[in-house]
C-alpha cells in the first residue's frame, strides 16, 4: 500500500525566514507528486506537480519552489516566507483512480 | 481560467437525512472527477472517482457525472453525525489531465 510520509507535523516560522517542507512516498515507483496549500477551511489550491525525477512544473506563483531530487521525494521551499504563506500545505501522489495526501505540515508565520 | 465551483456552501441535514452536494466544472475535456471528504486537521481523504457519465454508487454515497452539463455531484443517503466534514470535489485538467482542481468545498452538518 502507498503511504506518504511528511516533514515536519508543524512548523511556526518567522517572516523573512526560510522554509524547507519535505515528502516522502513508499509503495509506488516513479509517482506523480504535487504540493498543495490550504488555507484554514479554505480550498486545496495546487502548487506544482512533478511527473518524474528533476522535473516540477509549476501551476500558480506563491514565492515558492519546489524539487524533486529523487524519486520519491518532493520538496518545497522558499528562501524567504511571508504572513500569506501561513497554512496546510498537502503532498499529494497521483494514481490513475485517486490523488492520495499525506497528513500535511501545518505552517504558521508569525 | 479552469474553475470548479461548489454548491452549497454549507449543508446541515437531519441524522438519517439525504445530504446532496453539487459541482461544475469549465473544461470540457476533464476526464477523471473524485470526492474528497476531509476532517478538521486532517488531510483529505478520497470517498469516490467517477470516470463515466451516470451514477456511480458504493454503498450509502452515490455520484452522478453529466460531462455534457458540466457537473457532477454527490448524494449521501442515510447521513450520520460521523458524515460531518468539509467535502470536495476535484476535477482534473489541463493537458495530460496533471492539474487536479479542487472546488471551493461545501461544509456538511449532519445534526443528530
Known amino acids: 500500500a502507498q503511504t506518504i510520509h511528511q516533514w515536519p507535523v508543524a512548523e511556526i516560522k518567522a517572516v523573512g525566514s526560510p522554509l524547507s517542507l519535505g515528502c516522502t512516498i513508499k509503495g509506488k515507483s516513479s509517482p506523480n507528486l504535487y504540493w498543495y496549500w490550504q488555507a484554514t477551511g479554505g480550498t486545496l489550491q495546487q502548487l506544482f506537480y512533478?511527473?518524474?525525477?528533476?522535473?516540477v512544473e509549476s501551476v500558480v506563483q506563491l514565492n515558492l519552489s519546489a524539487s524533486r531530487p529523487k524519486d520519491d521525494q518532493f520538496i518545497l521551499s522558499t528562501e524567504k516566507l511571508l504572513l500569506s504563506h501561513s497554512g496546510f500545505y498537502l503532498c499529494?501522489?497521483?494514481?490513475?483512480?485517486?490523488?492520495?495526501f499525506g497528513k500535511g505540515t501545518r505552517l504558521t508565520v508569525v | 481560467q479552469q474553475k470548479v465551483q461548489q454548491s452549497p456552501e454549507s449543508l446541515i441535514v437531519p441524522e438519517g437525512g439525504m445530504a446532496s452536494l453539487n459541482c461544475t466544472f469549465s473544461d470540457r475535456n476533464s476526464q477523471y472527477f473524485w470526492w474528497y471528504r476531509q476532517h478538521s486537521g486532517e488531510g483529505p481523504k478520497a470517498l469516490m472517482s467517477i470516470f463515466s457519465n451516470g451514477d456511480k454508487k458504493e454503498g450509502r454515497f452515490t455520484a452522478h457525472l453529466n460531462k455534457a452539463s458540466l457537473y457532477v455531484s454527490l448524494h449521501i443517503k442515510d447521513s450520520q453525525p460521523s458524515d460531518s466534514a468539509l467535502y470536495f470535489c476535484a476535477v482534473s485538467m489541463g493537458t495530460g489531465g496533471y492539474k487536479v482542481v479542487f472546488g471551493s468545498g461545501t461544509r456538511l452538518l449532519v445534526s443528530p
Open positions: 512533478s511527473i518524474t525525477v528533476g522535473q
Open positions: 499529494a501522489s497521483r494514481t490513475d483512480t485517486e490523488v492520495f
